[in-house]
């Protein structure tokens, strides 16, 4: 019977707390995609733990602003992990069309850890500058697109500093676990080993927030740029034009005509009275197709071909003259009157 009413009671916290940490390292470690089912699935049930851990814990007053490292027990060090927890599964969510507001909502949980720890002094680091959509921050953030070398360098000795902690950590680490979690540790021992913990999740997650703050860049660059190329109204079409080469009078006209029967050709004035008319000179916006207008256009351009057909036949016969009587001379088909 109590083993059927222990099985009713809501888990406690610490059950709470380590499946949890075994789900993301579960996660951490996985060989199938992130976007798997069988991935996600992990995460969000982990998140869903997290979430009543943190209502145990706000429930319990475990930890408080007026209390100091020292005051706080040993097996209790290990629950201010769960915001970064938090912000370590958000980051595996793979929705596309949400993945600006888990950037955000990953960022605020490992904000709220480090803040936490360095309230409580468990080591020292500068916190990462808070990001507000305020024309000021908007400003300072396009002032340091171009950092100075200076600035590079710092951040890149931050870097080196951070990565030398991290393996020395994970290094002692090593070398508390099976004693900790065999039980066979004492309290000093165990505090150092949850110390440790805290440590290297201070450093993962100052790396994580740098790392949300360049995909949210990413993202806003994006969505700005859509934004921008979909205010841009579509051009309206205009009539279609038939290549045609421009000349300075009538006579490079018919020159020019002749000798590229397939182009219409025209002088420049006739190029401009024409656009003028159609009103697609610069000054007066964007041609109007009209009815009228395209049946005066084409009425035009069947003028036109009409006369180059008939200057082609006039051509073709004048040039046949030309060559017969090239090949007949003169009076060569009146031989009656000849003796």
């Not at 850890?113 to 409580?120: G, I, N, P, S, V």
Request: some cysteine; hydrophobic content about 30%; glycine content about 4%.
């Amino acid at each position: 019977m109590a083993t059927a009413e222990d099985e009713l009671l809501p888990p406690r916290l610490p059950e709470l707390f380590e499946t949890s940490k075994q789900l993301l390292d579960e996660v951490e470690v996985a060989t199938e995609p992130t976007g798997s089912r069988i991935i996600q699935d992990k995460v969000f049930k982990g998140l869903d733990l997290l979430k009543k851990a943190v209502e145990m814990l706000t429930q319990l007053d475990l930890f408080s602003q007026n209390e100091d490292l020292e005051e706080i027990a040993s097996t209790d060090l290990k629950y201010l992990l769960v915001p970064a927890f938090q912000g370590a599964l958000a980051m595996k969510q793979v929705n596309p069309s949400k993945r600006l507001d888990h950037l955000q909502w990953a960022r605020e949980h490992f904000l709220n850890y480090l803040t936490q720890c360095q309230y409580y002094h468990v080591a020292e680091f500068e916190l990462p500058k808070t990001k507000n959509n305020s024309p000021d921050n908007n400003t300072a953030s396009s002032s340091m697109a171009y950092p100075s070398l200076v600035a590079m360098a710092s951040q890149r000795q931050a870097k080196i500093k951070r990565y030398k902690q991290k393996k020395e950590v994970e290094h002692r680490l090593s070398a508390l676990k099976s004693a900790v979690e065999s039980g066979q540790a004492d309290d000093e021992r165990v505090r150092e080993y949850y110390l440790l913990h805290l440590q290297r999740w201070i450093g993962i997650s100052l790396e994580e927030i740098e790392s949300i703050d360049q995909e949210m860049k990413i993202l806003r660059e994006k969505d700005s740029s859509k934004q921008v190329s979909t205010s841009y109204s579509p051009r309206q079409d205009r009539p279609p034009m038939k290549p045609f080469i421009l000349t300075r009078n009538m006579t490079q006209a018919k020159v020019f005509g002749a000798g590229y029967p397939s182009l219409a050709s025209m002088t420049v004035n006739d190029w401009y009275d024409q656009h003028r008319k159609y009103g697609a000179l610069p000054d007066q916006g964007i041609a109007v197709t009209t009815p009228e207008l395209k049946r005066t256009a084409q009425e035009h351009e069947d003028q036109e071909q009409k006369e180059e057909e008939d200057d082609e036949h006039t051509l073709h016969r004048a040039r046949e003259w030309d060559d017969w009587k090239d090949t007949h001379p003169r009076g060569y088909g009146n031989r009656q009157n000849m003796g």
